[in-house]
């Protein structure tokens, strides 16, 4: 039987440097196109995602809700993008170009459908709000890769590529795990850690 090797790549510190919804709801702020009562809401739901509390749901709402008040959100987005191409991992961007691959992440489509096609230039994408009330994280990106798989149809052996805790799920679902730029959680407690590869990028 014929196996096919498939790389899942979380997208936010690990493909790029940085988490690109954070960073683009800063941009908003610094042109003024959110004022500071929203966006210090936007960096509460922020610190609930770090200690993974956060209702996605409640956050996607008001996500949406704000984006589309802005005039020329597409055009905003698209000139963010250029200055994203510089956040890019570059070792696993080379991976990512060469391989069977399938990014999956818990930021919403609106934003990282532009991040993927202009900064990546890629399209295989799992995310939130893919379509309406789909959401992508914790075991629910499991189940959302599960059936990514089964449409494929074959047989796949799985690599996973994660900065966050918040992947934990994806990391035992996964045959291998490799921890990439790492968040501080991970290095509270030994039995995550083991989880992955040695190999740290």
């Known amino acids: 039987m014929y196996i096919e090797k498939i790389n899942i790549f979380d997208l936010d510190k690990t493909l790029l440097s940085i988490d690109c919804e954070n960073e683009f709801l800063i941009y908003l702020y610094k042109i003024k196109k959110i004022n500071k009562k929203i966006f210090k809401k936007f960096k509460c739901f922020f610190r609930e995602y770090d200690l993974g509390k956060l209702n996605f749901k409640k956050y996607t709402i008001f996500l949406y809700k704000n984006l589309k008040k802005i005039k020329g959100i597409k055009k905003i987005i698209k000139r963010f993008c250029k200055k994203v191409k510089k956040k890019r991992y570059i070792k696993l961007y080379k991976i990512l170009k060469h391989n069977n691959y399938v990014i999956t992440t818990a930021s919403n489509y609106e934003i990282v459908k532009y991040v993927c096609r202009y900064v990546l230039k890629k399209n295989i994408l799992i995310c939130n709000n893919y379509k309406k009330n ?3 994280y914790k075991k629910k990106k499991v189940i959302n890769l599960l ?26 679902f996964s045959d291998s795990s490799v921890l990439v730029n790492p968040d501080k959680f991970f290095f509270k407690n030994n039995k995550f850690k083991k989880l992955f590869l040695e190999r740290v990028f």
């Open 134 to 136: 789909f959401y992508n």
């Open 147 to 172: 059936r990514f798989i089964i449409k494929k149809k074959g047989t796949y052996k799985t690599t996973f590529f994660t900065d966050s805790i918040n992947d934990i799920y994806m990391t035992r």
